[in-house]
């Protein structure tokens, strides 16, 4: 079955604060992918990466940087949180270009 | 604009009527998802199509790609509160992206029993 984890449902940060989301694949996905979800707004690419060490801009990533050292592994770094940050964020991965499965979400909050 | 444009954006139905919503695009589709998302979860990928006139079925949920493959339609039969939630389009809209997606902004499913 395929399986992909995020570290935390719920997180509470105060601006400026340096906030580290993780996601982890168990299906050996080249791809993997965060995005942010905002009501009226719908899904929104922050960034993607199609290997260990690749990384690239989605439609959003200000604010925002990635890193991914190992295959199953992508975490996405908010280097000073602002309020504008709030949202829910998941993460995805894929197999090239199949199908791209979700973590359960990540709902943060910075107050 | 969004590139990709959902209707309706919200749905309230009688148990056991059917629904149909739409995904519409202004350029080809060259692979279309369907995901349902439950408040406050991840997404469920439901189905996925690729080719002009495809039509897949999973249990009372049908999904159609036009010929011209711009738009599909995602169909549920008899619904069911298990059918509420948020069904979401997602598009490859480029060729050879890399499965790089955009999505539509969601459609919020309302059952009433």
């Known amino acids: 079955d395929v399986k992909v984890t995020q570290s935390s449902r719920y997180l509470v940060k105060r601006t400026g604060e340096k906030v580290f989301l993780e996601c982890v694949q168990d299906?050996?996905?080249?791809?993997m992918f965060w995005y942010r979800q905002d009501p009226g707004l719908g899904l929104r690419l922050i960034y993607f990466s199609y290997d260990v060490k690749m990384k690239e801009k989605g439609d959003i990533p200000e604010g925002y940087s990635v890193s991914r050292e190992k295959k199953e592994r992508f975490s996405l770094i908010l280097e000073s949180a602002s309020t504008n940050q709030t949202s829910m964020y998941l993460c995805a991965s894929s197999f090239r270009v199949e199908t791209q499965y979700f973590g359960p979400g990540t709902r943060l909050l910075v107050l | 604009s969004q590139e990709l444009e959902q209707s309706p954006q919200s749905l309230i139905v009688q148990e056991g009527k059917n629904l149909t919503i739409n995904c519409t695009s202004s350029?080809?589709?060259?692979?279309l998802y369907w995901y349902k998302q439950k408040y406050g979860e991840g997404l469920i990928f439901l189905m996925m199509l690729q080719k002009g006139g495809e039509e897949k079925s999973h249990e009372k949920i049908t999904a159609k790609l036009d010929e011209k493959k711009q738009q599909s339609s995602l169909h549920i039969t008899a619904s069911q509160p298990s059918h509420a939630g948020i069904y979401l389009c997602g598009a490859d809209l480029n060729y050879n992206q890399g499965g790089k997606l955009i999505f539509g902004q969601g459609t919020e499913l309302s059952v009433k029993p």
């Open positions: 350029k080809t589709l060259y692979g």
């Open positions: 299906m050996d996905h080249e791809n």
